[in-house]
């Protein structure tokens, strides 16, 4: 089993519409990460979370410390959005070192 | 936050080559990582690249197959030595703090053929 898990794999929605992708971790943690990643492979650094919630336009990110999950919800989704999503974890002990998820494909359709 | 350029954006490369990566940062940092991004798998840490000392690999990941070099506090290299066709990958640099990255380079695409 992994030490990061990631809900859905894939995900596939129409224009408009609300997206929630979960990622769930099994170590303690000092930090999570969600990243998005570009058909081309560039990533770019959506949030940096140690607790509750935070926002940046259509996107929300929040997490569960007793709970070890993560939500990354996208608000009138649109095809621009279309991107791997990845949640990172840092660790809490072992020097710190990250964890990646295996990321969700979503797909936006106009 | 720090702006990476990374080159090349993508290479075909024969087998048995080398590839070297190269990674521009706008400001100085203390650590700068490598990361590899084989195809349908997510990230996974190659080494840790300091400044004024050897990087540090994480298991799986050696040096003469993946020099690094860290000349100053704003330039990074990663070399794919004698290259197969499995790795064939995403490579991408990163900075950010003292555990971490969290600045990415614009990542480059290998194929060995």
């Known amino acids: 089993k992994n030490e990061v898990e990631q809900s859905p794999q894939n995900l596939t929605a129409q224009e408009g519409e609300f997206i929630t992708i979960n990622c769930s971790y099994s170590v303690g943690i000092s930090a999570l990460h969600w990243l998005q990643q570009h058909p081309g492979g560039g990533i770019v650094s959506l949030f940096m979370?140690?607790?509750g919630k935070k926002k940046h336009g259509r996107l929300i990110a929040t997490i569960n410390i007793q709970e070890k999950h993560s939500s990354l919800h996208i608000t009138a989704s649109h095809p621009r959005d279309s991107a791997v999503y990845i949640c990172?974890?840092?660790?809490?002990?072992?020097?710190?070192?990250?964890?990646f998820g295996d990321g969700t494909t979503l797909t936006v359709k106009p | 936050s720090a702006v990476i350029s990374q080159k090349p954006s993508r290479d075909i490369c024969q087998r048995g080559t080398s590839l070297t990566i190269q990674c521009q940062v706008d400001?100085?940092?203390?650590?700068m990582f490598w990361y590899r991004q084989q195809p349908g798998q997510s990230l996974t840490l190659i080494a840790t690249?300091?400044?004024?000392?050897?990087?540090?690999?994480e298991s799986g990941f050696v040096i003469d197959k993946f020099p690094i070099s860290r000349p100053n506090l704003t330039f990074s290299t990663l070399t794919v030595s004698n290259m197969s066709p499995e790795d064939s990958s995403i490579y991408l640099c990163s900075v950010g703090d003292g555990t971490w990255g969290y600045t990415f380079g614009s990542g480059t695409r290998l194929t060995v053929v």
């Open positions: 979370l140690s607790s």
């Open positions: 990172a974890v840092r660790g809490a002990t072992n020097a710190g070192k990250s964890t």
């Open positions: 690249a300091n400044q004024g000392s050897e990087a540090t690999y």
């Open positions: 400001s100085q940092v203390t650590m």
